[in-house]
């Protein structure tokens, strides 16, 4: 059977499984569409792609690491690869410039045999120049991915096969008329038409002897029987209808074959295109190292926002931070520190680590998430005053109700609706109890009570990174490890926005 | 043992002479009841007995006990296994009549014979090993006992099986040319589609779509197929020669007992049918206990059925509510805020006395009710506003011919009349209207913005509406026995959200 499995070592990706609940969520709080639309290069399919495949998380590190090392290969060898992308790119051309298709069901099973016989005479070149590329490259590949496929491509293309094929086309023309078995249903109305190839064929002197005896009938419609001849053709599509169903499915086998083939390749052409893109803005990737979600694990070097890189087209700053066996990372100080833009950072990083693809840092390793989650202040509830912190209340609810042991969530500044004691109160209740259910917590909050309590009571799994700011005031966008401060640093912006008139 | 007449009751012969539905049909959306519930089995013109309340107990007590017996579900299965049969059979009989070649028409009445045989077998096979407790269904079982015995179904049962098979075991080849065909008998030849299915198996990527299914059946035969028919009887004569004789002998088959079984069981197989999903859902339904004498009636945990059936796939739960009438009560007066399910109350009310009129089990989980005479109900319109006088002119015309026709054992069901007049003459007219009402001694609800009318006497009831008391904004949609009463709450948000650390404890795995 002719599998692609590039994706999963055992299957096809199903383009049919259901996105996580919270896709809307994702997309927008880590501005995922960017990230697509640099993967896309203008291509909708390859974005479509990208998103559907990136938006299925992988929860295993085998899966992980099997895409990886795909992926290195499609690094390493770009033109190869986009080499093969060309073939089923080619075979939808021709599908589109020589009318080529299968009729749809309702068509007469005479109409499906003639359009599907037509697309696989159409393929076959195509096999088998994709047979060349892998007899050519087999031993170049070096994931298992494309050494299994290539592998696949040579056993089952052989010569004696695509041979077979061709005298199957030939004899369903059927030069001798249609010779069909059949028995009396319900009604005495003919049923279970059967399709038989001819006995005279193989046949004996003997046999031909004995079976002459046989009496046989026969009819001729008169030339103008215009309704008979219309039944007659009935009968005859009736007979055909299991074997047009074959090369009808033999074609969509081959069509689907391609299909699977353009879609599996086209994730890989996404993370090369993005590849491309950034290293063109000398801004580095590496392949991230997944431990199991039961551990705690957060380290990375370098690890920027890929989104903010490809929006400015220029190279942003990027932290480092240590926070193996951490649960919970409450992140503090003055706006326009880089909060907002470390918290997106590290969800993508975990989002495309569990893609299979590389991430934005010079080094990154963290523990799998069973479920990431964004609860992320919404601009546009500041006009509501009074259904706002309800309204946080019941996204969190929702989040609540989605979570599961070793999921991850990323909160930026929630629960900041209402004062500040009323907010933290809350606050320290739903953290403290995530933290017993085992949920990590990324929390970027203004709510210094909050921070406080966890100082001063919770142990070694909370760490506190603050956005640095220098003794002048300038903001590095950094982060570095450090105590919650009381201050706080709107007044900072209020300045520069208002300068120092009076009202 | 009395002799097996009808399944819907004892009396000779049951006929329904009622050709349209009652008037408070579409005030109680009883109509949307019916229409549900007879929707899926149209060809059986069942709303002429959903629209024929019966009026003595005894029936009432015939019918429950036939509903008991079919809501065994080994029951149920096997009359509708059944029902579904003879549904095939007036087809291929249907058909048969309109076929313009002898072999074939033959074939099809040896088919619905076939379908007919084991239907009738199959049944009466069932029954004789099922405990049953109802009359009706008792007799008929005795009925079809007798009658899967005689001689002549036996006969038609075991010839249609020996002229069947016969005709099953030809097997013939057709050959097709241009404008020509032959036809032989076959002789061993291999199936080619299957060599085709084996060489481009190994392409297949998933469940591959099939493209056989677009091929009509043909009901029917053209001169082409009638020649192989005809090509066919001279290479085989025996089995068409058993047909024809088949045919002559049994020409009339049908047994018209049976014929109206099928018909009337599916009054009970309908509602059964249509309550199954709710109660999958976990609402109740219970059989009433049903009295022609007694008024102090009883509902535990009722619900309208049409907001049931219009929610079935909503998830959203369906309120139950309580009501009983003690002596000397006679009518609950419902007061509570607006939308809070307080004409659902009524129309419950009503629905489940005339769903009990029936013989049905009814949405509640047990209940005590009177067997009514009539149902009245007068609902506020919404149109017509603008001529208020015209219009109070009306209601009043109305309301007097109802209590002109009501009697002691009716049912006034009064929904917020008089919102448009001024409250002084709302008060006035509602407070005489009641006391007549009183005074008639029928049973009733009465819905309304009135206080003043819950407390009117001692056949009044006053129920309220609720509200959440954590939230005043909440309905409830409960309707309880209580004087109104204004609520208080005082709400933590996040534990209506479920966000306190106990609450987080419970929810998370």
């Given at each position: 059977?002719?599998k692609?499995?590039l994706l999963?070592?055992d299957?096809?990706?199903d383009?049919?499984?259901p996105?996580?609940?919270?896709v809307e969520?994702i997309?927008?709080?880590?501005?995922l569409?960017?990230?697509?639309?640099?993967m896309a290069?203008?291509?909708?399919?390859?974005?479509q792609?990208?998103?559907?495949?990136m938006l299925?998380n992988?929860?295993?590190?085998?899966?992980i690491?099997?895409?990886?090392e795909?992926?290195r290969?499609?690094?390493k060898?770009?033109?190869?690869?986009r080499?093969?992308?060309q073939i089923p790119?080619?075979?939808?051309?021709?599908?589109?410039?020589?009318?080529?298709?299968?009729?749809?069901r309702?068509s007469?099973?005479g109409a499906?045999l003639?359009?599907s016989h037509?697309l696989?005479?159409?393929?076959?070149?195509?096999?088998c120049r994709l047979r060349?590329?892998?007899?050519?490259?087999?031993?170049?590949?070096?994931s298992?991915?494309f050494?299994?496929?290539?592998?696949?491509?040579?056993r089952?293309?052989a010569d004696?096969?695509?041979?077979?094929v061709?005298?199957?086309?030939r004899?369903?023309?059927?030069?001798?008329?249609?010779l069909?078995?059949a028995q009396l249903?319900?009604?005495?109305e003919?049923?279970?038409?059967i399709?038989c190839?001819p006995?005279?064929?193989?046949r004996s002197?003997?046999?031909?002897?004995?079976a002459?005896?046989s009496p046989?009938?026969s009819?001729?419609?008169h030339?103008r029987d215009?309704?008979g001849a219309r039944?007659?053709?009935?009968?005859r599509?009736?007979?055909?209808?299991r074997v047009?169903?074959?090369?009808?499915?033999?074609?969509e086998h081959i069509?689907?074959f391609?299909?699977?083939?353009r879609?599996?390749?086209?994730?890989?052409l996404?993370c090369l295109?993005?590849y491309?893109?950034?290293?063109?803005?000398?801004?580095?990737?590496a392949?991230p190292?997944?431990?199991?979600?039961?551990e705690?694990r957060f380290?990375?070097v370098?690890?920027y926002?890929?989104?903010?890189?490809l929006?400015?087209?220029k190279g942003v700053v990027?932290n480092?931070?240590?926070?193996?066996?951490?649960?919970?990372?409450?992140v503090t100080g003055?706006?326009q520190?880089?909060k907002?833009t470390?918290?997106r950072?590290v969800?993508l990083?975990?989002?495309m680590?569990?893609?299979?693809?590389?991430v934005a840092a010079?080094?990154?390793?963290a523990?799998?998430h069973?479920?990431?989650?964004?609860?992320f202040?919404?601009?546009?509830d500041?006009?509501?005053?009074s259904?706002?912190f309800?309204?946080?209340?019941?996204?969190?609810?929702?989040?609540?109700?989605h979570?599961?042991?070793?999921?991850s969530?990323?909160?930026?500044?929630s629960l900041?609706?209402t004062?500040?004691?009323e907010g933290?109160?809350i606050?320290?209740?739903?953290?403290?109890a995530?933290l017993r259910?085992?949920i990590?917590?990324f929390?970027?909050t203004?709510?210094?009570?909050?921070?406080?309590h966890?100082?001063?009571?919770?142990?070694?799994?909370?760490?506190?990174?603050?956005a640095e700011?220098?003794p002048?005031?300038t903001?590095?966008?950094?982060?570095r490890?450090?105590?919650?401060l009381?201050?706080n640093?709107?007044?900072?912006l209020?300045?520069?926005?208002?300068?120092?008139?009076?009202q | 043992?009395?002799?097996?007449?009808?399944?819907?009751?004892?009396?000779?012969?049951f006929q329904f002479e009622?050709?349209?539905?009652?008037?408070?049909f579409?005030d109680?959306?009883?109509?949307?009841?019916?229409?549900?519930?007879?929707?899926?089995?149209?060809?059986y013109?069942l709303?002429?007995s959903?629209?024929?309340?019966?009026?003595?107990?005894?029936?009432?007590?015939?019918r429950?006990e036939?509903?008991?017996?079919?809501?065994?579900?080994?029951?149920?299965?096997r009359?509708?296994?059944?029902?579904?049969?003879?549904?095939?059979?007036?087809?291929?009989?249907?058909?048969?009549e309109?076929l313009?070649?002898d072999y074939?028409?033959?074939?099809?009445?040896?088919?619905?014979?076939?379908?007919?045989?084991?239907?009738?077998?199959a049944?009466?096979?069932?029954?004789?090993?099922t405990s049953?407790?109802?009359?009706?269904?008792?007799?008929?079982?005795?009925?079809l006992q007798r009658?899967i015995h005689?001689?002549a179904?036996?006969?038609?049962?075991?010839?249609?099986?020996q002229?069947?098979?016969?005709?099953?075991?030809v097997t013939?080849?057709?050959?097709?040319?241009?404008?020509r065909?032959?036809v032989?008998?076959?002789?061993g030849?291999t199936?080619?589609?299957?060599?085709?299915?084996?060489?481009?198996e190994?392409?297949?990527?998933?469940d591959a779509?099939d493209?056989?299914v677009?091929?009509?059946?043909?009901a029917?035969?053209?001169?082409i197929e009638?020649?192989?028919l005809e090509f066919?009887?001279r290479?085989y004569?025996?089995?068409?020669?058993?047909?024809d004789h088949?045919?002559?002998?049994?020409n009339q088959?049908?047994d018209?007992?049976?014929r109206?079984f099928?018909?009337?069981?599916q009054?009970?197989i309908?509602?059964l049918?249509f309550?199954?999903?709710?109660?999958r859902?976990g609402?109740?339904?219970?059989?009433p206990?049903v009295?022609?004498?007694s008024?102090?009636?009883?509902?535990?945990?009722?619900?309208?059925?049409?907001?049931a059936?219009?929610?079935?796939?909503?998830?959203?739960p369906i309120?139950?509510n309580?009501?009983?009438?003690?002596e000397?009560?006679?009518?609950l007066?419902?007061?509570?805020?607006?939308q809070?399910?307080?004409?659902?109350?009524?129309?419950?009310?009503a629905q489940?006395?005339?769903?009990a009129?029936l013989?049905?089990?009814?949405?509640g989980?047990?209940?005590r009710?009177f067997?009514f005479d009539?149902?009245?109900?007068h609902?506020?319109?919404?149109?017509?506003?603008?001529n208020?006088?015209g219009?109070?002119?009306d209601?009043?015309?109305?309301?007097?011919?109802?209590l002109?026709?009501?009697?002691?054992n009716s049912?006034?069901?009064?929904?917020?009349?008089?919102?448009?007049?001024?409250?002084?003459?709302?008060?006035?007219?509602?407070?005489e209207?009641?006391?007549?009402?009183?005074?008639?001694?029928?049973?009733?609800v009465w819905?309304t913005f009135?206080d003043?009318?819950a407390?009117m006497?001692?056949?009044?009831?006053?129920?309220?509406?609720m509200?959440?008391?954590e939230?005043?904004?909440?309905?409830?949609f409960k309707?309880?026995?209580?004087?109104?009463d204004?609520?208080?709450?005082?709400?933590s948000?996040a534990q209506k959200h479920?966000?306190?650390?106990e609450?987080i404890m419970?929810?998370?795995?």
């Amino acid at each position: 059977m002719m599998k692609v499995y590039l994706l999963y070592p055992d299957r096809d990706f199903d383009p049919s499984q259901p996105l996580p609940a919270n896709v809307e969520d994702i997309t927008r709080d880590l501005a995922l569409d960017t990230l697509f639309k640099a993967m896309a290069r203008g291509d909708d399919f390859l974005f479509q792609v990208a998103r559907q495949v990136m938006l299925s998380n992988l929860g295993d590190i085998a899966t992980i690491i099997y895409r990886q090392e795909v992926l290195r290969d499609c690094l390493k060898y770009p033109d190869v690869v986009r080499q093969i992308y060309q073939i089923p790119l080619e075979f939808l051309e021709r599908k589109r410039k020589q009318w080529l298709w299968i009729s749809p069901r309702h068509s007469s099973p005479g109409a499906i045999l003639s359009g599907s016989h037509h697309l696989l005479e159409a393929s076959v070149d195509l096999l088998c120049r994709l047979r060349r590329i892998a007899d050519q490259h087999v031993e170049d590949f070096a994931s298992p991915g494309f050494r299994r496929f290539f592998a696949m491509i040579q056993r089952e293309l052989a010569d004696e096969y695509l041979a077979t094929v061709e005298k199957h086309l030939r004899m369903l023309r059927f030069p001798q008329g249609v010779l069909l078995s059949a028995q009396l249903g319900k009604g005495n109305e003919g049923t279970n038409y059967i399709l038989c190839k001819p006995n005279d064929a193989d046949r004996s002197w003997l046999q031909r002897l004995l079976a002459f005896g046989s009496p046989t009938y026969s009819y001729t419609l008169h030339p103008r029987d215009e309704a008979g001849a219309r039944v007659l053709g009935e009968l005859r599509d009736r007979g055909l209808a299991r074997v047009a169903n074959a090369v009808a499915q033999a074609a969509e086998h081959i069509e689907s074959f391609f299909n699977v083939l353009r879609f599996e390749l086209a994730f890989y052409l996404g993370c090369l295109n993005l590849y491309e893109h950034l290293a063109a803005l000398g801004e580095p990737v590496a392949f991230p190292q997944p431990v199991p979600a039961d551990e705690r694990r957060f380290s990375c070097v370098g690890l920027y926002d890929v989104t903010l890189a490809l929006t400015m087209g220029k190279g942003v700053v990027g932290n480092n931070i240590a926070a193996d066996g951490k649960s919970l990372v409450i992140v503090t100080g003055p706006n326009q520190g880089g909060k907002t833009t470390f918290l997106r950072s590290v969800g993508l990083a975990q989002w495309m680590m569990q893609s299979g693809m590389f991430v934005a840092a010079e080094s990154f390793a963290a523990n799998l998430h069973t479920g990431l989650f964004t609860h992320f202040k919404r601009e546009e509830d500041k006009t509501m005053e009074s259904g706002k912190f309800e309204e946080e209340l019941k996204r969190m609810s929702t989040i609540v109700d989605h979570l599961t042991p070793n999921a991850s969530l990323l909160l930026n500044e929630s629960l900041a609706a209402t004062n500040e004691r009323e907010g933290s109160e809350i606050a320290r209740q739903i953290m403290s109890a995530l933290l017993r259910k085992r949920i990590k917590v990324f929390y970027v909050t203004h709510l210094y009570e909050l921070a406080r309590h966890f100082y001063e009571r919770e142990g070694d799994n909370v760490i506190f990174l603050r956005a640095e700011r220098l003794p002048d005031g300038t903001r590095t966008f950094r982060l570095r490890e450090a105590r919650p401060l009381e201050t706080n640093f709107g007044i900072d912006l209020y300045r520069e926005i208002f300068g120092l008139e009076k009202q | 043992m009395m002799a097996f007449l009808s399944i819907l009751g004892e009396r000779d012969g049951f006929q329904f002479e009622t050709t349209s539905q009652p008037d408070f049909f579409p005030d109680l959306n009883l109509d949307q009841i019916v229409d549900a519930i007879t929707r899926p089995k149209q060809e059986y013109n069942l709303k002429p007995s959903f629209w024929t309340p019966l009026s003595d107990a005894e029936t009432v007590r015939y019918r429950q006990e036939v509903m008991r017996d079919l809501e065994n579900e080994m029951v149920m299965k096997r009359v509708k296994a059944f029902s579904e049969r003879m549904i095939v059979v007036r087809r291929y009989l249907g058909l048969a009549e309109r076929l313009d070649f002898d072999y074939h028409r033959k074939g099809w009445i040896l088919e619905a014979a076939l379908v007919y045989c084991d239907a009738v077998t199959a049944l009466a096979g069932h029954l004789a090993g099922t405990s049953l407790r109802s009359r009706g269904l008792l007799a008929f079982r005795e009925y079809l006992q007798r009658y899967i015995h005689s001689a002549a179904f036996q006969s038609l049962a075991t010839e249609a099986q020996q002229v069947k098979k016969a005709l099953s075991e030809v097997t013939y080849c057709v050959i097709i040319g241009i404008g020509r065909f032959k036809v032989k008998r076959y002789q061993g030849e291999t199936d080619y589609s299957q060599e085709v299915e084996r060489t481009f198996e190994k392409f297949k990527q998933r469940d591959a779509q099939d493209y056989v299914v677009g091929l009509p059946e043909r009901a029917g035969m053209s001169h082409i197929e009638a020649k192989i028919l005809e090509f066919i009887t001279r290479l085989y004569p025996e089995p068409f020669a058993a047909l024809d004789h088949f045919c002559t002998k049994h020409n009339q088959f049908l047994d018209e007992i049976i014929r109206s079984f099928d018909q009337e069981v599916q009054f009970y197989i309908a509602y059964l049918d249509f309550i199954a999903d709710l109660k999958r859902q976990g609402l109740p339904f219970c059989y009433p206990e049903v009295t022609a004498t007694s008024k102090e009636i009883e509902v535990h945990d009722g619900f309208d059925l049409a907001l049931a059936h219009a929610r079935r796939n909503s998830g959203s739960p369906i309120v139950l509510n309580d009501f009983c009438l003690h002596e000397p009560e006679r009518i609950l007066v419902v007061t509570g805020p607006n939308q809070g399910g307080k004409t659902t109350f009524a129309r419950m009310f009503a629905q489940l006395h005339y769903l009990a009129s029936l013989g049905c089990p009814i949405p509640g989980r047990k209940a005590r009710l009177f067997l009514f005479d009539r149902i009245f109900t007068h609902f506020e319109r919404g149109e017509d506003i603008h001529n208020l006088r015209g219009k109070l002119e009306d209601d009043l015309i109305r309301i007097h011919d109802m209590l002109a026709r009501g009697t002691a054992n009716s049912i006034f069901i009064m929904n917020e009349i008089f919102t448009s007049t001024t409250f002084q003459d709302a008060l006035f007219l509602s407070e005489e209207i009641m006391a007549r009402l009183m005074n008639l001694d029928a049973l009733g609800v009465w819905v309304t913005f009135l206080d003043e009318l819950a407390s009117m006497g001692e056949k009044t009831v006053s129920m309220v509406a609720m509200v959440d008391p954590e939230e005043p904004t909440t309905r409830t949609f409960k309707v309880v026995r209580r004087p109104a009463d204004g609520l208080a709450y005082a709400l933590s948000l996040a534990q209506k959200h479920g966000l306190t650390y106990e609450q987080i404890m419970e929810r998370l795995p």
